[in-house]
């Protein structure tokens, strides 16, 4: 590509970002020349704002200071590996200096992009991160081009602690909050668990409704049809169907066989693992397996299932009626966000049905409970049970029920439970 095309496409660049608004995002990005920094997650959560307010806002790199190409951009059609050099070269004739971060987005656009990327990487002059559309580029296919000299960063939705952000709600985590703010807490919580939280409908809520049914088609014939060849899209519609209504409970492939199969479809259960598999890698959905002392039985389970943002399960369900369903749905996805390389998660449903079962280095670290109740007149009595009863059998006294509005600190034969509203701990207050 002529060095005049990339040299007027790096100066529009920069005047097109100054001209954005770049909300914060709390994500801990590190970067280093010794490791590519990877950045993945589902469509639309954010990922290059992410980075955008890590360099701008956090890092304040100037206009001199970074390099971004976005190789999807019709500006750089006809864009090769080579030209991803070039451009760093370009950059510096521009600047007088050489980039000290270099992002490149959407790189898998470009045939041998990871050959260009290992040659700068190897040099170890830039700090380099990457984000890819996970219909096209996965972070595991990513680690394999660059031979593993990558470090991988998830972007979820937005947490509760962004959502606020976002709505200029900024509380006091070292005080008593007056009893204002926090009915406005709870009342933003309540509207976070029924509208969903990808970025663009927390900005724009009146578009929640028709952006969740495109978002659906874009996950349908971007991320699984183009990148895998499927032509069977009904029955892929339906899996995703299954999901939906089923989020947050027991979602089983026989049972789903049996309805398709009900309705004179013809898949095979193989195809039906298959689909539900790649909606997974498309991060649409995650499978959660019951915890058994034994690996095989519990990869053998009949997963819960849990969707990335909840309110894609507003295209089917009223969530006003299943704050019950999307409170545990939050919960599993702030526990993923927390989690950490020695973690794993599960559930338990064999005698004590406990929502979230945490195993850190072999032990049972935590069993959590996920109720609507304000008070506790309110809390079933079965679930405090269960969880007293998985205490014994699982060995861990760390016990802990999250609430929508009650808290408290209790002794129940023996065992120390605590009570923490789901705000506080989503918050982390």
């Known amino acids: 590509m002529e060095r005049k095309v990339i040299e007027q496409y790096l100066i529009n660049k920069k005047e097109e970002i100054r001209s954005l608004t770049v909300k914060e995002r709390l994500v801990p990005f590190e970067v280093s020349k010794q490791f590519v920094a990877v950045i993945v997650g589902a469509r639309r959560t954010g990922k290059t704002y992410s980075v955008l307010d890590f360099l701008l806002n956090k890092l304040r790199l100037k206009d001199s200071d970074f390099l971004y190409l976005n190789l999807e951009d019709v500006d750089l059609d006809g864009f090769t590996n080579k ?9 510096q004739q521009i600047y007088g200096v050489l980039p000290y971060v270099v992002y490149i987005d959407e790189p898998q656009v470009v045939q041998g992009w990871e050959k260009a990327i290992y040659s700068l990487h ?28 990558t470090l991988t960063y998830f972007i979820y939705p937005l947490s509760f602690k962004e959502y606020l952000l976002f709505k200029g709600i900024t509380p006091n985590e070292r005080e008593p909050l007056p009893s204002y703010i926090k009915n406005k807490i709870m009342y933003e919580l309540s509207t976070y668990l029924t509208m969903g939280s990808l970025p663009d409908v ?46 947050s409970k027991q979602a089983s492939i026989h049972s789903m066989y049996k309805v398709l199969k009900g309705s004179g479809q013809k898949v095979s259960k193989k195809t039906l693992y298959s689909y539900v598999s790649l909606l997974e890698d498309a991060y649409f959905s995650f499978q959660l397996k019951k915890f058994n002392f034994s690996s095989r039985k519990s990869e053998l389970s009949i997963p819960k299932t849990y969707l990335n943002d909840w309110g894609v399960a507003s295209t089917m369900l009223d969530l006003k009626t299943e704050i019950g369903r999307t409170m545990e749905n939050a919960v599993f996805i702030e526990l993923k966000r927390r989690q950490t390389q020695n973690d794993r998660l599960y559930y338990s449903d064999v005698g004590d049905e406990i929502d979230f079962v945490k195993v850190e280095k072999n032990r049972v670290s935590n069993l959590i409970q996920v ?26 006294d760390n016990l802990l029920v999250i609430t929508w509005d009650y808290e408290a600190e209790e002794k129940v034969k023996g065992k120390k439970i605590k009570f923490v509203p789901l705000w506080k701990w989503l918050l982390d207050v």
């Open 202 to 247: 927390v900005i724009n809520p009146p578009i929640s409704s028709k952006f969740y049914n495109d978002y659906i088609d874009l996950i349908i014939f971007r991320d699984i049809v183009e990148r895998f060849g499927i032509k069977n899209i009904g029955i892929i519609r339906l899996v995703i169907k299954s999901l939906i209504t089923s989020f």
């Open 122 to 149: 190897e040099k170890k002059l830039f700090k380099i991160i990457i984000t890819g559309s996970s219909s096209k580029l996965l972070s595991k296919e990513i680690a394999s081009a660059l031979r593993g000299r």
């Open 371 to 396: 109720t609507y109740a304000s008070s506790k007149n309110e809390i079933k009595v079965r679930e405090v049970e269960n969880l007293l009863g998985g205490s014994i059998k699982l060995k861990c």
């Open 83 to 91: 030209d991803i050099s070039d451009a760093v070269n370009v950059h």
